[in-house]
C-alpha cells in the first residue's frame, strides 16, 4: 500500500484552510520586496506543491502581486493563504501556515540581492533574483 504523507494548514483564522499530499517540489525562502512586504518580515518562506497536490477550502481573496504571479490572502483576518502562477502548474505555501512546526527546510534563497546583511551567507544555495524553474 502506498501511503503518502498528508500536512494541513491555514490561514490566522481558521477560514481557509489547506491540504497537501506527498512530497513537495521544493522549499525556499524568498527576499523579494513584495515577499517581505506581505510576511511583515525580512523574507517570506515557501514550501511549493504541485498545484494538484493541494485541495483547498474556503473563501480568499486574489490580487496580482508580478506578471504571472497571483497571491491569495484571507478577507477576514488578512493572512496570506498561497501563491499561484498563470505560467506553471505550482501553488507555494507559506511555511508558516502549516498546523506543525519542523516540517520544512528551505534549500535555497531567491532576490538574496535584497537579503538583509545581518542575516547570514551562504547557508543554503543563493540566487541574486529568480531561479531557473
Given at each position: 500500500m502506498n501511503q503518502?504523507?498528508?500536512?494541513?494548514?491555514?490561514?490566522a483564522c481558521g477560514a481557509?484552510?489547506?491540504?497537501?499530499?506527498g512530497a513537495p517540489m521544493r522549499v525556499g525562502m524568498c527576499h523579494c520586496l513584495t515577499c517581505r512586504r506581505v510576511a511583515g518580515s525580512a523574507f517570506?518562506?515557501?514550501?511549493?506543491?504541485?498545484?494538484?497536490?493541494?485541495?483547498?477550502?474556503?473563501?480568499t481573496r486574489e490580487w496580482r502581486s508580478s506578471e504571472?504571479?497571483?497571491r491569495h490572502f484571507c478577507p477576514l483576518c488578512g493572512s496570506v493563504a498561497f501563491?499561484?502562477?498563470?505560467d506553471r502548474a505550482e501553488i507555494d505555501v507559506p511555511i508558516g501556515a502549516?498546523?506543525?512546526t519542523g516540517l520544512f527546510e528551505?534549500?535555497?534563497?531567491?532576490?538574496?540581492k535584497r537579503k538583509e546583511p545581518w542575516l547570514p551567507k551562504g547557508?543554503?544555495?543563493?540566487?541574486?533574483?529568480e531561479r531557473p524553474h
Open positions: 503518502q504523507t498528508v500536512y494541513e494548514g491555514g490561514c481557509v484552510r489547506f491540504r497537501a499530499t517570506g518562506s515557501y514550501v511549493i506543491f504541485d498545484r494538484d497536490a493541494v485541495t483547498l477550502s474556503g473563501n504571472h504571479g497571483r501563491m499561484v502562477y498563470t502549516f498546523d506543525q528551505p534549500t535555497y534563497e531567491l532576490w538574496c547557508v543554503r544555495r543563493e540566487y541574486d533574483e
